[in-house]
């Protein structure tokens, strides 16, 4: 099993500043993803992030406002730009290693506040 | 596009009862099915992992089981204690896709 951690682990920012979550893994691992989960809701995939290339984005998610860094197999950052109220959310890191049939874990979560 | 459905939202129970969660997803063409935990302000922590050709996994109060053709998951909690109270999430790896989808969740909370 891989295990991730994140920081910060929470912080509140004011409206119009940007903040960079890192995220880092206890072992090589062939993915990672972000995930935000908003207040009383499940998960939902901002990004697969590509060691060495692009991130690639789901639908309603862009890198202007999430630009995704992965420079080697066991880190990674997501910056949360040009934050407002409505970035307030649990942003996730999760890896996966090898290959699709294998468990997917995930970190303990920012959890950030916008004011 | 894929969905997951879980039912239901919210379930309080006595401790010691036996209950059921129910997962559904729309495309069967799934590599594995994943059962999460996660506590209040808290991140996820995998409970039983089900891969597509396999029916059931368990772990020790916990058994999981899929049929991946009518697109359900169940997890079983034996004899629930005041612990498990927390929100059960239930996703699914598409063959299509990369990154596991989530349900919304069911909340479990087990009085004693």
């Known amino acids: 099993s891989a295990v991730i951690s994140q920081k910060p682990s929470r912080d509140i920012c004011q409206r119009g500043t940007s903040l960079t979550i890192q995220c880092q893994v206890d072992?090589?691992?062939?993915?990672m993803f972000w995930y935000r989960q908003q207040p009383g809701q499940s998960l939902t995939l901002i990004a697969t992030?590509?060691?060495?290339?692009?991130?690639?984005?789901e639908s309603g998610f862009v890198i202007d406002k999430f630009p995704i860094s992965r420079p080697n197999l066991t880190f990674s950052t997501l910056t949360v730009s040009n934050m407002s109220p409505e970035d307030s959310s649990i942003y996730l890191c999760?890896?996966?290693?090898?290959?699709?049939?294998?468990?997917?874990?995930f970190g303990p979560g920012t959890r950030l506040t916008v004011l | 596009k894929q969905e997951v459905t879980q039912i239901p939202a919210a379930l309080s129970v006595p401790e010691g009862e036996n209950l059921v969660l129910n997962c559904s997803f729309t495309?069967?063409?799934?590599?594995?099915l994943q059962w999460f935990r996660q506590d209040p302000g808290k991140g996820l922590t995998s409970l039983l992992l089900?891969?597509?050709?396999?029916r059931e996994q368990t772990s020790g109060r916990l058994n999981a089981s899929l049929d991946k053709s009518s697109g359900r998951s169940t997890l079983y909690i034996a004899a629930s204690q005041p612990g498990d109270s927390a929100t059960y999430l239930c996703?699914?790896?598409?063959?299509?896709?990369?990154?596991?989808?989530f349900g919304k969740g069911t909340t479990l909370s087990v009085s004693s």
């Open positions: 999760s890896a996966r290693s090898g290959s699709d049939y294998n468990e997917q874990f």
């Open positions: 072992s090589q691992v062939t993915m």
């Open positions: 992030a590509n060691q060495g290339s692009e991130a690639t984005y």
């Open positions: 495309d069967s063409a799934i590599y594995n």
């Open positions: 089900i891969q597509s050709s396999q």
């Open positions: 996703a699914v790896l598409n063959q299509a896709g990369t990154a596991l989808i």
